[in-house]
């Protein structure tokens, strides 16, 4: 289990690399900072306009379970829950897009759209940032081609199932979005609180790039051992060739493998709303020994596809996208993720990492503290709806309190910093 978390974090780490790196292409670029201008105005206006003209509050059917509402309040919301999100990548190295769907959730938007808008968040960021890709690592074409023909196929899966939930129930599917995030941050979130109070003792951070450097070397050279050894000697064509520049004469793997991995990526996403590089890296890394050199770029690669297929195909065009908070949260991570690696300069990283943790944990007991009023409303549990509803309300207000003392934190010390940070720039 221990070598489980090493490896997401590792994942976090390449991922959270690629979005400082996209964010910062997308904010030092003029013409696309206008093209997010021109996207923004409409999300803006329409709001304000609805808001005032006193249209309907609800968009879509099943009225009785319809997203938020369609007002300014929403989307300054989304973007201060993107400013969030961006502030823990910055500042941890290690992304922090695991806490939008809940986020999302707590503020009022069903799970299937929190799902949706956030896939199309991810890949809206992806191709306004794309220039930034060519850096970012070597594409294995035969390894892209086969993880994405894998990943389409589990991204329809998991999209077919999250609607068929919706469809039946909307409160079946939230509940099954709730229990898919208390198991993963509750595993993420005890490690990297168990992290924090080792590291403090010591006072000093785990550099998780360092691991993943260290893992790299493993698989550069040699003969790979374990299962990566024992699946490159199967011999079932296609086989695809890879890691030409990091091994004399290359290595290669059958497709069947990759597509496998892609399938288990894509349906993970579309049901999570996230770009599945926490799975694809370990799963590229340790499970078929791709250098972590090959994988970063390949998983970059994967994202763009694995994400925009999803958004477009399996929500867009059913209506589950809400696009009023995806321009929002575009907006919060662009500001978030600068002030937050900016900020590592100054602040021991052990302290951010404690931030993190806790943060990953507020998620966990926000997701747990909801499941009891809506299993209660599916009948299978039994207690009262005065408790259901505490139990919701403290859920929420312990998470966005926890968050919300973190990104406060980051920007005063930001703020407090800035002179210091400004003489460092123009050096």
């Known amino acids: 289990m221990r070598k489980l978390y090493e490896m997401f974090m590792e994942a976090s780490v390449a991922h959270a690399r690629w979005d400082y790196e996209t ?31 006193g249209l309907p509050e609800l968009l879509g059917g099943k009225h009785a379970y319809g997203p938020a509402f369609y007002d300014p309040t929403i989307f300054f919301v989304s973007i201060a829950i993107g400013l ?5 990548t910055g500042c941890i190295g290690a992304g922090g897009g695991f806490i939008i769907t809940p986020a999302l959730m707590s503020a009022g938007i069903r799970g299937i759209l929190a799902v949706g808008t956030d896939l199309f968040h991810i890949f809206a960021k992806a191709i306004m940032g794309t220039t930034v890709h060519k850096k970012m690592g070597n594409v294995s074409v035969g390894l892209a081609i086969a993880f994405v023909v894998g990943s389409l196929i589990g991204v329809s899966g998991g999209g077919v199932l999250n609607r068929a939930l919706y469809e039946s129930n909307p409160v079946l599917s939230d509940i099954f979005i709730s229990i898919v995030y208390v198991v993963l941050l ?3 979130g005890s490690y990297a609180l168990n992290d924090f109070l080792k590291e403090r003792k010591k006072d000093k951070m785990i550099d998780p790039a360092a691991e993943a450097e260290t893992a790299a070397t493993a698989v550069a050279g040699g003969r790979l051992p374990g299962l990566p050894g024992k699946l ?17 004469g290359g290595r ?11 399938s288990i990526v894509g349906f993970v996403a579309a049901i999570m709303g996230v770009g599945g590089g926490f799975l694809t890296f370990p799963m590229f890394v340790y499970g078929l020994g791709v250098s972590s050199f090959t994988a970063v770029g390949t998983d970059i690669f994967q994202i763009i596809l694995t994400a925009g297929y999803a958004s477009i195909s399996q929500y867009a065009i059913y209506g589950y996208i809400f696009y009023t908070l995806a321009i929002g949260m575009l907006l919060g991570s ?4 600068q002030v937050g690696a900016l900020t590592t300069k100054v602040v021991k990283g052990v302290y951010i990492r404690g931030f993190y943790a806790v943060a990953i944990l507020a998620g966990f007991i926000n997701r747990l503290f909801v499941l009891p009023a809506k299993l209660s409303s599916m009948g299978v549990i039994s207690i009262s709806p005065g408790l259901g509803k505490a ?7 312990l998470f966005f309190l926890i968050v919300g003392m973190f990104a406060v934190w980051v920007i005063s010390t930001f703020l407090r910093n800035l002179p210091k940070l400004r003489g460092e720039t123009e050096l």
Not at 84 to 88: D, E, K, P, Q
């Open 23 to 53: 964010s910062l292409s997308i904010l030092k670029n003029r013409r696309k900072l206008l093209i997010l201008l021109i996207m923004a105005l409409p999300v803006i206006a329409v709001p304000v306009y609805s808001y005032a003209a």
């Open 84 to 88: 969030c999100a961006g502030l823990i």
């Open 186 to 188: 509750g595993f993420l």
């Open 232 to 248: 490159q000697a199967v011999n079932i064509p296609p086989s695809i060739k890879f890691d030409e520049n990091v091994v004399e």
């Open 252 to 262: 290669k793997i059958p497709a069947i493998f990759v597509a496998g991995c892609g």
């Open 334 to 337: 662009l500001l978030g993720i």
């Open 391 to 397: 139990l919701t309300a403290i859920g929420n207000w």
